[in-house]
Structures are given as C-alpha cells and as structure tokens.
C-alpha cells in the first residue's frame, strides 16, 4: 500500500498539489490557470480521448459489468441530485453539477494514468473502458444538458456551439471509426498521443492554481456530497457488481475508479455557465486530498 501511494499515486497528485501552492503564492494567477486549462480542455484532451477511443478493442470490453457501473453513475447521480436540491436547498442547475460530482470521476486525467503506473496498459483496461464510457457518453451528456439548461443563448446558438465542440467532435469521430473498422494513420495517432500527454500535467496543474482561490471550508453540503462521492458511491458498486455479476474479475478496477475524487469538469462546467462554486469547489479539493489513503489501499 504505501509503495503503491508513493510511487503511483502521490507522483500524479504532485501536479495538482504543485499548482495549488503556486496559486497560493500568486506564482500563478487565476486567469493565466484558466488560460492554461482552456488549452488544454479544447487543444489536449480531444486528442487524448480520440486516440483511446479510437484504438480501443471493443472485443475485450466487458459490457455486462460496464452496464453496471453506468447504472450505478444513473442511480448514484440521481440520489446526489435530490440530496442538494431538497435537503441543502441548492439551485437546480448547481444540484445538476454536484449530482454528477458524485458519480464522475477524474477517470481519464487521474485515475487512467495511476492504473497504467500500477497495472501497466493491459491490467488497465476496466479503467480504460470506464474513461471510453464516461467520455463518449456520460461527460458528452452533461455538457449537452448543462448547455441547454443554461438557457442564456437561443436554443440554435447552443446547438452551434455543442457541435463545433472539440471535444464531442473528437468522441464523435473516435467511436464512429473505431465502430466502422477504419484504421487511424499511424501519424495521425503519434500527434494524437503526443499532444494527449501534455492533458493530464497541464489540466492537472491549471485545477490546483484555479482552486487555490477557492474556500475549502468544509460546511455541511461540501461534507454530505464529500461522503457521497469517496463512501457511497464506491459502495454502490461494490453491492452492484457483487449481487449482479458475482465473481467479475472487473469489480476491483470498477470500485478502485469509483473511490477516485470528483472530475474538475462539474466545476469547469459551473465556472463556464456561471454556477456558484461554493460547493462544487470544496467537493474537489477534499475529495482529490482525501481519496489517497483510500486509492492506495484500494490497489
């Protein structure tokens, strides 16, 4: 456990650490992060999540325990809905972005690279598969429907903006290859790996800058959605895949994602769309501390 925390985890987590004390010390502003962050959400990561998606084997994904986990995210979403929205009497748009708080996980910029550090690309396919359904589908829908709900530009001028998103051209594109057979050129998938590198560091690192700035006060809504996220969800699927699917070699990569601390994109999202981040940003910074011990012993 403690090799795997020093060697694995806490090597990934420096970044985000490191930016976090340089945002403290005003090294770094909270515009040049976001500078940095846009780049790397817009420039970085579509190339990153196109080149796993579209080199993915489908034939080895087990579907029947990813369909699982994709009912634990519906039913672990839904409970963190209603949790902020009728019991911390939060907005409906910010109960919208810490419902999926609860169940998105920094899977593909945290989670993906510790698994390959430990397991190496092959014992790293669960997690692979959760990154290839939670970027094609899950991420995608949430941008989409906090994009409509929103409601502050006419219905086309959303549609314009979704579809010339980089990121949902390039899940669009990967699937849609993959699925026809259709190899990438091999330069192609070097520029593609190459800039996709550079998306975890740099995301990473812009995330600790940005929430530097935030207040980390740990008050009631930030404890409940904390809780939720590092001990329910994770408990959601262990029961799920241990009553449905008993015996799944898979079970231990699905419940060591799921204690992963919250995606930065509920928050990326609240900042884009003007969500306050009271919340959502504390549920980041304590997740991401607090998931350590947990992923360690986990692995």
């Not at 990153?48 to 579907?63: E, N, Q, V």
């Not at 429907?145 to 990967?174: D, Y």
């Not at 241990?242 to 060591?256: I, Y």
Request: hydrophobic letters at 60%; aromatic letters at 10%.
């Amino acid at each position: 456990m403690l090799q795997v925390l020093t060697h694995n985890i806490l090597p990934v987590f420096a970044i985000l650490a490191i930016g976090f004390l340089m945002g403290r010390r005003k090294t770094f502003s909270s515009d040049e992060a976001r500078t940095v962050n846009r780049v790397a959400f817009l420039t970085l990561q579509p190339p990153l999540i196109f080149a796993l998606l579209s080199s993915l084997d489908f034939g080895t994904i087990r579907f029947g325990a990813l369909a699982i986990y994709l009912l634990c995210e519906v039913l672990g979403f839904l409970l963190g809905y209603a949790v902020a929205r009728y019991l911390f009497r939060r907005d409906h748009l910010e109960s919208w972005l810490l419902g999926m708080a609860v169940v998105f996980v920094n899977s593909l910029l945290y989670i993906w690279p510790i698994s390959v550090l430990i397991y190496g690309e092959t014992g790293a396919l669960p997690i692979t598969a959760i990154v290839a359904l939670d970027s094609s589908i899950v991420f995608a829908f949430f941008i989409i429907t906090t994009e409509m709900m929103a409601g502050r530009e006419s219905p086309l001028t959303s549609l314009k903006k979704l579809t010339s998103n980089p990121i949902l051209i390039g899940i669009f594109l990967a699937v849609l290859l993959n699925l026809a057979g259709i190899s990438v050129p091999e330069p192609i998938m070097t520029a593609a790996r190459f800039a996709g590198a550079a998306a975890a560091p740099l995301t990473l690192f812009a995330l600790g800058v940005i929430l530097s700035g935030q207040a980390a006060k740990p008050s009631l809504p930030v404890v409940g959605i904390t809780a939720m996220k590092l001990f329910l969800f994770p408990a959601l699927v262990f029961v799920a895949l241990n009553v449905l699917a008993p015996g799944n070699s898979w079970a231990d990569r699905f419940v060591l994602n799921a204690a992963g601390p919250s995606g930065a994109m509920a928050f990326s999202l609240a900042l884009l769309h003007g969500v306050r981040t009271d919340v959502i940003a504390p549920v980041v910074i304590w997740t991401s501390a607090l998931s350590l011990l947990s992923l360690a012993w986990l692995a």
